[in-house]
T-cell receptor, first 112, second 108 residues
């Protein structure tokens, strides 16, 4: 069966520091991968998605970036965090061509 | 732009008190309406996908229905373990657009 991992689970970072969040999927090949951010009381906002290694599409212009160095690995990064980057970051995957996305456990990021 | 609106924002129920959650949507070319359950501090858990008006799906005490403009999630005789935030999303091409969710609290 397929599983999705995210780490770290929680992170507290100062403003201006770098960020690296990692997501890996097991039990499937060539998944579509997604990064979302969830702010309190708001819906999930799609940040990036990827249909293959090295292929990244950005939904929202901001100081975040994403990379997919391996088939089942998706990384969210920032060179300098802003206060507004605080939130709950979710990684999701789906089988290419299928409809349903499955979410990871999330990373709670607090920028102070 | 796709829009998804969920109501109410919060719902407090007594155990056994059935109720319904609403998800109204505007999308050009619906390619699926999705319901997820999210527990505090965790990622959303997939519940149902609906594709066409009139379609219904059931899972335990939950039943989802779909019309051309909205979807309902009916909770029949809820238990405290049904307490969660329920998210609705619509798919247009590659992208899911989510509503803000309805937080359901079921008291014993």
């Amino acid at each position: 069966s397929q599983t999705i991992h995210q780490w770290p689970a929680t992170l507290v970072q100062p403003v201006g520091s770098p960020l690296s969040l990692e997501c890996t999927v097991e039990g499937t090949s060539n998944p579509n991968l997604y990064w979302y951010r969830q702010a309190a009381g708001r819906g999930l906002q799609l940040l990036f998605y990827s249909v293959g290694i090295g292929q990244i599409s950005s939904e929202v212009p901001q100081n975040l970036s994403a990379s997919r160095p391996q088939d089942r690995q998706f990384i969210l990064s920032s060179k300098k965090l802003l206060l507004s980057d605080s939130g709950f970051y979710l990684c999701a995957w789906k089988v290419a061509g299928a409809d349903t996305q499955y979410f990871g456990p999330g990373t709670r990021l607090t920028v102070l | 732009e796709d829009q998804v609106t969920q109501s109410p924002e919060a719902l407090r129920l007594q155990e056994g008190e059935s109720s319904s959650l609403n998800c109204s949507y505007t999308v050009s070319g619906l390619r699926g309406l999705f319901w997820y359950r999210q527990d505090p501090g965790k990622g959303p858990e997939f519940l149902f996908t609906l594709y066409s008006a009139g379609e219904e799906k059931e899972k335990e005490r939950l039943k989802a229905t779909l019309t051309k403009k909205e979807s309902f999630l009916h909770i029949t005789a809820p238990k405290p373990e049904d307490s969660a935030t329920y998210l609705c999303a619509v798919r247009n091409d590659y992208k899911l657009s989510f509503g803000a969710g309805t937080t359901v609290t079921v008291r014993a």
